[in-house]
Nanobody, 124 residues
Framework: QVQLVESGGGSVQAGGSLRLSCAVS????????VGWFRQAPGKEREAVAA????????YYADSVKGRFTMSQDNVKTTVSLQMNSVKPEDAAMYYC?????????????????WGQGTQVTVSS
């Protein structure tokens, strides 16, 4: 059974850092994409970052390049999102996702499995 459980959300000041984690079970990293999405109130869910099967390639949305770093731990089967230089526009519910049904990783509709989300708020 697939389970994704996010943690680490909270409140952070603009310019600060926050680290999100996602415990993944039932998904083999060597065969599947894992990723992070976010959704702010009134907005569509948008891609943040993803790691390809086997961890060979990492992808980032332009809005977070150079500030966010995604990593995965194959032993603990966790994925993390290190958020640095956080901006007010980064405030959102952040979701961990796994398993792409082919297609564009940046489209939420191509992902099979989702966590419940962890909230990130940014104070200026």
């Amino acid at each position: 059974q697939v389970q994704l459980v996010e943690s680490g959300g909270g409140s952070v000041q603009a310019g600060g850092s926050l680290r999100l984690s996602c415990a993944v079970s039932g998904v083999a990293f060597r065969y599947n994409f894992v990723g992070w999405f976010r959704q702010a109130p009134g907005k569509e869910r948008e891609a943040v970052a993803a790691i390809g099967p086997g961890g060979t390639l990492t992808y980032y949305a332009d809005s977070v390049k150079g500030r966010f770093t995604m990593s995965q731990d194959n032993v603990k089967t966790t994925v993390s999102l290190q958020m640095n230089s956080v901006k007010p526009e980064d405030a959102a519910m952040y979701y961990c996702a796994a398993g792409v049904n082919g297609g564009d990783w940046s489209r939420s509709t191509t992902w099979k499995y989702w966590g419940q989300g962890t909230q990130v708020t940014v104070s200026s």
